[in-house]
Nanobody
Framework: QLRVVESGGDLVQPGGSLRLSCAAS????????VGWFRQVPGKEREGVSC????????SYADSVKGRFTISRDGAKNTVLLQMNSLKPEDTAVYYC?????????????????WGQGTQVTVSG
């Protein structure tokens, strides 16, 4: 089981930006599909974005297309989620999940390993 750690959550004003980072100890994330998810208390978890292993193919939820960008930082062995034009409805705990599947990533998939989450609050 991989240890997955998210970082970068914070309080930001509407229209602002944040960058979340996902790291996993002991492995190269290049060989893993990585997904970002978010959850608000009392609501179902929502898939936000994912990036496929090796190919780097990406997928986004409609609610974040054009505002969020997922990418890999190979030098730091992390996966980043750049979030721009943030809205109050983006407020949630954001989770990173990792899976060894060697196929185009999808958000509706039972990723193997999950982090503990990082809080993102968008409020003015």
């Amino acid at each position: 089981q991989l240890r997955v750690v998210e970082s970068g959550g914070d309080l930001v004003q509407p229209g602002g930006s944040l960058r979340l980072s996902c790291a996993a100890s002991g492995v190269s994330l290049d060989y893993y599909a990585v997904g970002w998810f978010r959850q608000v208390p009392g609501k179902e978890r929502e898939g936000v974005s994912c990036i496929s292993s090796m190919t780097g193919r990406t997928s986004y939820a409609d609610s974040v297309k054009g505002r969020f960008t997922i990418s890999r930082d190979g030098a730091k062995n992390t996966v980043l989620l750049q979030m721009n034009s943030l809205k109050p409805e983006d407020t949630a705990v954001y989770y990173c999940a990792v899976d060894g599947i060697q196929a185009p990533c999808v958000l509706d998939y039972p990723y193997d390993d999950w982090g503990q989450g990082t809080q993102v609050t968008v409020s003015g």
